[in-house]
């Protein structure tokens, strides 16, 4: 632990806070939709002081966009403008494109591809879209991409396919805090390809 500053109590006394030297200051959660990103982080809210932030809603409420992709009904995200809105952020980001951003940690939610078409079409999504996110995610576009901006010292899968938003919460909480060793790889959907 280290010390952050010292505080003066009502009665006159000083006391020291502390933080963590590991508790990530920028954490990213992504992941392909459907994953449970905004569930998850939704779950942290009264565990954490950090802010979260849910970039697509910002991305929508700022016009954070370059156009409307009409065929796929999603609006072509501008990430120059994305970084510039977020400029020193601070807190926990959560978006499928999270991952685009200066993080110090980024959790990349998984789900076994069946499952998540089965989420995505349950909440309104067409088939076509769904199959689309499905197959993206048994490829690991969303893994990639983040370690490829991040490297893997800096990427935790977490499975959320068979557990509670509550319990992902957890996890994530301890990627924040330091509890977490980097594990990019160890999901592997790629028999939804072939099956």
């Not at 959790?107 to 197959?135: F, I, W």
Request: aromatic letters at 4%; a negative charge; glycine letters at 8%.
């Amino acid at each position: 632990m280290m010390t952050d500053d010292a505080t003066t109590t009502d009665d006159g006394t000083t006391s020291e806070s502390t933080v963590s030297d590991d508790v990530a200051q920028k954490l990213v959660v992504t992941g392909t939709p459907g994953t449970g990103k905004t569930t998850a982080t939704e779950q942290l809210a009264g565990d954490t002081d950090a802010e979260i932030i849910h970039l697509n809603d910002a991305i929508r409420e700022f016009g954070l966009y370059s156009e409307r992709d009409a065929e796929r009904d999603s609006l072509v995200t501008d990430l120059d403008a994305v970084r510039e809105h977020l400029g020193e952020w601070r807190g926990i980001l959560e978006s499928h494109l999270a991952h685009h951003v200066d993080a110090d940690r980024v959790v990349v939610l998984r789900c076994e591809p069946s499952e998540l078409e089965t989420r995505l079409r349950d909440r309104g999504d067409t088939a076509a879209k769904a199959r689309e996110n499905a197959e993206s995610e048994a490829l690991d576009v969303v893994l990639s991409e983040a370690v490829d901006q991040h490297g893997a010292e800096a990427v935790y899968e977490i499975d959320t396919t068979d557990r509670e938003p509550s319990e992902v919460a957890v996890e994530i909480a301890a990627v924040r805090n330091g509890d977490r060793e980097p594990d990019a790889g160890g999901v592997d959907f790629t028999g939804y390809l072939v099956g």
